[in-house]
Nanobody, 120 residues
Framework: QVQLVESGGGLVQPGGSLRLSCAAS????????LGWYRQAPGKQRELVAS???????NYADSVKGRFTISRDNGKNMVYLEMNSLKPEDTAVYYC??????????????WGQGTQVTVSS
């Protein structure tokens, strides 16, 4: 099992910045990818950014150049630094971990979600 605890959400004005944090605990030895997803009202959950155990990153086109994902392996933490925030970024943000399970494949774990609201 993998447990994920998020923090850092809140209300910010357009153009502002916010940093989300996620702490991973439990069976972390086989985690392949850590990432952030978001879901706005009436929309499907979408990938925002991810980072593999090897350090490779992937970003949604809508956040490239504005968001940065990073990790601290020693503390088992993953972060999402969000800059130049837009109202379109308003959503519930979820921390995600993908764990490799032998003879099964990839298993997903999710945090509880944290609300990010961008409004003037």
């Amino acid at each position: 099992q993998v447990q994920l605890v998020e923090s850092g959400g809140g209300l910010v004005q357009p153009g502002g910045s916010l940093r989300l944090s996620c702490a991973a605990s439990g069976s972390i030895f086989s985690i392949h990818t850590l990432g952030w997803y978001r879901q706005a009202p009436g929309k499907q959950r979408e990938l925002v950014a991810s980072i593999t155990s090897g350090g490779s990153t992937n970003y949604a086109d809508s956040v490239k150049g504005r968001f940065t994902i990073s990790r601290d392996n020693g503390k088992n933490m993953v972060y999402l630094e969000m800059n130049s925030l837009k109202p379109e970024d308003t959503a519930v943000y979820y921390c995600n971990a993908k764990r490799m399970v032998v003879h099964v494949g990839v298993k997903d774990y999710w945090g509880q979600g944290t609300q990010v609201t961008v409004s003037s």
